[in-house]
Nanobody, 125 residues
Framework: QVQLVESGGGLVQAGGSLRLSCAAS????????MAWFRQAPGKEREFVAT????????YYADAVQGRFTIPRDNAKNTVYLQMNSLKPEDTAVYYC??????????????????WGQGTQVTVSS
């Protein structure tokens, strides 16, 4: 079983950057695909990005392609979400997710069995 703890959220102006971190427990972190989702008030949970266990494959939602990246450090059991050129519409609670069986471009939230508690990102205009 994996426990996930996100950090790094906050308030930033449009055009700015933030880096979210997701620290995972356990000794088999590299066997888990990791993903970030987000949920804005009144909206459904939305896929943001995913990365394979080895880190060799990534996949992004169209809304963040070219602005966000999802690196991971398996030695530190941590996955990140580097967010650049932030827009007000990026405002949401961001969740980290993990699953040992997710495919390389899995964007369906129900596939992921393990979730963090979420971290708030607010982008002001």
């Amino acid at each position: 079983q994996v426990q996930l703890v996100e950090s790094g959220g906050g308030l930033v102006q449009a055009g700015g950057s933030l880096r979210l971190s997701c620290a995972a427990s356990g000794r088999t972190f590299s066997s888990y695909a990791m993903a970030w989702f987000r949920q804005a008030p009144g909206k459904e949970r939305e896929f943001v990005a995913t990365i394979s266990g080895s880190g060799g494959s990534t996949y992004y939602a169209d809304a963040v392609q070219g602005r966000f990246t999802i690196p991971r450090d398996n030695a530190k059991n941590t996955v990140y979400l580097q967010m650049n050129s932030l827009k007000p519409e990026d405002t949401a609670v961001y969740y980290c997710a993990a699953d040992p069986y997710a495919g390389e471009s899995e964007s369906y939230y129900e596939t992921y069995d393990y979730w963090g508690q979420g971290t708030q990102v607010t982008v002001s205009s």
